[in-house]
Nanobody, 126 residues
Framework: QVRLVESGGGLVQAGDSLRLSCAAA?????????MGWFRQAPGKEREFVAV????????TYADSVKGRFIVSKDNAKNTVNLQMNSLKTEDTAVYYC??????????????????WGQGTQVTVSS
């Protein structure tokens, strides 16, 4: 069992940067096959943002964030980070990290993830 905790959310202006972190309150972030980031905006379904795979698959980004967001792991702190640059109002959402447990599903498919954090709110104002 892995309990994930996100941090770093907040209120920023369009064009600003923000860094989210995902840590394991119990277990290890290196459990399973990788760590993904998803987000859910008000009134919308949760969507894939990015994933970093530990061994196979490398890093994948959603087209909407490619070139602006960077996902990385910090071995010293045992965290996975999501650096978000050039933020837009449409990036406003609750952001979740999730442990990828199945390669059977594509990286963007929620069914491939089991343990989820509680989410952290990111609000981008114009």
């Amino acid at each position: 069992q892995v309990r994930l905790v996100e941090s770093g959310g907040g209120l920023v202006q369009a064009g600003d940067s923000l860094r989210l972190s995902c840590a394991a309150a119990s277990g290890s972030i290196y459990s399973n096959y990788g760590m993904g980031w998803f987000r859910q905006a008000p009134g919308k379904e949760r969507e894939f943002v990015a994933v970093i795979n530990w061994n196979i698959g490398g890093i994948t980004y959603a087209d909407s964030v490619k070139g602006r967001f960077i996902v990385s792991k910090d071995n010293a702190k045992n965290t996975v980070n999501l650096q978000m640059n050039s933020l837009k109002t449409e990036d406003t959402a609750v952001y979740y990290c999730a442990s990828r447990s199945h390669y059977y599903y594509s990286a963007s498919d929620e069914r491939g993830y089991d343990y989820w954090g509680q989410g952290t709110q990111v609000t981008v104002s114009s």
